[in-house]
């Protein structure tokens, strides 16, 4: 064996010597700091609701939505175990209500979003007032707003929670209060938000009431896949993407949060995607319909065969490519509008 160069041992001793300041040479690890692209520790993963829906039935028999307070099973990342996130920066989970039940009023500097994936009737409660759900809409819960939820008909619903928690753990810059009553008085008719907001007109003498995010607070599935039906009329398919919209803040055409951005988006039947990458993970919730995810990452191509009310994560960087053989409509969200305010997001479709 060689003898080890004079200055490596020199170094290691240097390095010994320097630990106990709490000081580390950047040589050894800017290659890690600075990699030439973006190597996510995250990984691609599928849950399909076969599989996940016994699961939230024993956990609807085993714990209240009130004892709880929020009835969620958390999707995490295989390969973030532990760190309740699916990428780097969002948080997913299911949540479900049964009949009767009340998930109490609290609010947090965290924004949330909700995509009803089953069941029809239940409730979300935005600083005073309701919103029914029904699958496929899409229902923000701005950052600091009071938010409770109930179910008064005779169905169990589950939506799709998307939150910035591990955007906001990073910041460090999370509160949250309970509120007083389990859940909060009605102030506003069901509806008087889209009333104002909804029509492309907005109030001569408002503001925005909830600041960045939109004061639209629920965005019907019936009005979204009406519009993607509209544009199928009028327009062909995008070869990466079908056809596919952006959810928007009516009084700024930009994103409804300031966090995230969510999508919805049409593959026609018989589509075959061309592959493209962006810097912003993505996760989906499939609406309707069914099709295949092909996603490559430098450990090789994973292939995700979904159906209606399955939920699958696309890591950042990694290529992905949507085949679907009877057609499809897709819900995603991503951490765009971030990455877009630091001038770092990045997007690649190859042919
Ligand atoms: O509904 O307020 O999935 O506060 C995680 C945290 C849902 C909610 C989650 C929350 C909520």
Request: charged content about 20%; aromatic content about 10%; some cysteine.
């Amino acid at each position: 064996m060689n003898a080890p160069h004079p200055s490596a041992t020199a170094r290691q001793s240097l390095y010994r010597d320097m630990s106990p300041l709490n000081l580390t040479p950047l040589w050894e690890v800017l290659h890690a700091l600075v990699p030439p692209q973006p190597q996510s520790p995250c990984v691609p993963a599928l849950w399909t609701y076969e599989e996940l829906r016994p699961c939230l039935k024993r956990a609807g028999e085993l714990i209240t939505a009130e004892e709880a307070v929020r009835r969620v099973l958390i999707l995490e990342n295989p390969a973030l175990r532990g760190q309740s996130a699916i990428t780097q920066s969002l948080y997913a989970g299911l949540q479900l209500i049964l009949p009767g039940e009340v998930a109490p009023s609290h609010r947090h500097t965290q924004s949330a979003l909700r995509f009803i994936v089953e069941g029809s009737g239940a409730y979300t409660a935005v600083d005073g007032e309701r919103t029914t759900m029904h699958p496929g809409d899409f229902i923000i819960t701005p950052s600091w707003t009071w938010h409770d939820h109930g179910n008064e008909v005779d169905e169990p619903v589950v939506w799709l929670d998307g939150l910035d928690i591990p955007m906001v753990r990073f910041f460090d810059a999370g509160f949250a209060e309970n509120g007083a009553a389990r859940s909060q008085a009605v102030s506003r008719p069901e509806g008087a938000s889209f009333a104002r907001y909804g029509h492309n007109m907005a109030p001569v003498r408002g503001d925005a009431p909830f600041g960045a995010a939109s004061p639209i607070f629920s965005y019907p599935y019936e009005r979204s896949r009406e519009a993607l039906h509209q544009l199928e009329r009028s327009a062909p398919p995008d070869a990466w993407d079908g056809w596919k919209l952006r959810y928007i803040n009516p009084l700024t055409g930009g994103t409804p949060m300031p966090t995230i951005q969510p999508f919805l988006q049409r593959l026609p039947a018989g589509f075959e995607g061309q592959p493209s990458r962006q810097t912003d993970s993505a996760v989906y919730s499939v609406v309707e319909g069914a099709g295949t995810a092909y996603i490559t990452s430098p450990q090789g191509t994973v292939r995700f065969d979904f159906q209606a009310r399955d939920h699958f994560v696309v890591p950042s960087w990694q290529m992905l490519r949507l085949q679907s053989d009877a057609g499809c409509v897709l819900f995603s969200f991503t951490d765009r509008p971030v990455q877009q305010a630091l001038g770092i997001h990045k997007e690649e479709r190859l042919a």
